[in-house]
């Protein structure tokens, strides 16, 4: 079965610190994945999605960047954190020639201060 | 371009009552719709999907939701609310084909009172 995991699980940074996040997906290959920001109260925004190795899609313009340097995993970064980033970070992975259903990971809680 | 609406931000029923969640959502293509479901401080689990098979779609945990393509809707029942049922509810609609995201609305947090 297919399994998805972020770490870390919370995370506290000051602001101007760099960002790293990281997601895995076990069980399938060459899924297309996604990363989520939800916060406090609000829905879900679409950050980036990506299709394959290397191929990223920015949803937003932000202060974030995100890589696929392999299959099956996909990292989110940041090189200077600020308060607005502060949120929960989902990420997301669907099978090709699914129902674009999503899967999703059990999130970081990132708090800038 | 797709969007959903989740009327209400906020549900609150009494344990044994009816849940009703409403979604409304747009597309210019056929849609795939979805309904999940997340805990305090969890990722989101699905609870159904409609995938334009049968209009009536059941899910887990006792939810059901029917597909209504002329009030362009897609609203989750439960008819016996539980106390495990409280937390929020996001609707998602996607297109077949194409990128291949969801569109969530904003989420309504279901509230139930013993």
């Known amino acids: 079965s297919q399994t998805i995991h972020q770490w870390p699980a919370t995370l506290v940074q000051p602001v101007g610190s760099p960002l790293s996040l990281e997601c895995t997906v076990e069980?399938?290959?060459?899924?297309?994945l996604y990363w989520y920001r939800q916060a406090a109260g609000r829905g879900l925004q679409l950050l980036f999605y990506s299709v394959g190795i290397g191929q990223i899609s920015s949803e937003v313009p932000q202060n974030l960047s995100a890589s696929r340097p392999q299959d099956r995993q996909f990292i989110l970064s940041s090189k200077k954190l600020l308060l607005s980033d502060s949120g929960f970070y989902l990420c997301?992975?669907?099978?090709?020639?699914?129902?674009?259903?999503?899967?999703f990971g059990p999130g970081t809680r990132l708090t800038v201060l | 371009a797709q969007s959903v609406t989740q009327l209400g931000s906020h549900v609150s029923v009494s344990e044994g009552a009816l849940v009703l969640l409403r979604c409304n959502y747009s597309s210019s293509v056929p849609p795939y719709l979805f309904w999940y479901v997340q805990y305090p401080n969890q990722g989101l689990q699905l609870l159904l999907k409609y995938t334009s098979a049968a209009t009536l779609v059941k899910g887990i945990n006792g939810f059901e939701a029917e597909f209504k393509k002329s009030e362009t809707s897609f609203h989750l029942t439960k008819p016996s609310a539980h106390m495990s049922d409280a937390a929020e509810y996001f609707c998602a609609v996607s297109a077949p084909t194409g990128r291949r995201a969801l569109t969530f609305g904003s989420g309504t947090r279901l509230q139930v009172q013993p």
């Open positions: 069980g399938t290959s060459n899924p297309n």
């Open positions: 997301a992975w669907t099978a090709g020639g699914s129902y674009n259903e999503q899967f």
